[in-house]
């Protein structure tokens, strides 16, 4: 009696619904950030290879 008093506490408690609706929400966060930084990484490394071209370039390495 004891041990089915104990899951059903168990299966009423909604802490764990809680934590596990956090750790969705940082999740998602997480995945927004690493998009975001992707595109910030793509424009950068487009960005220092123009640069490197025209340096090249001026220096008349064509």
Known sequence: ???LRRLS?????VRGAS???YGIILAMIVLVMFVA???VADE???MWNDVST???NAIGGQ
């Open 44 to 46: 950068t490394v487009g």
């Open 19 to 21: 934590t596990v609706e």
């Open 9 to 13: 506490n168990i299966l009423r408690d």
């Open 1 to 3: 009696m004891a041990r």
């Open 37 to 39: 930084l992707q595109g």
């Open 54 to 56: 025209k340096s090249s």
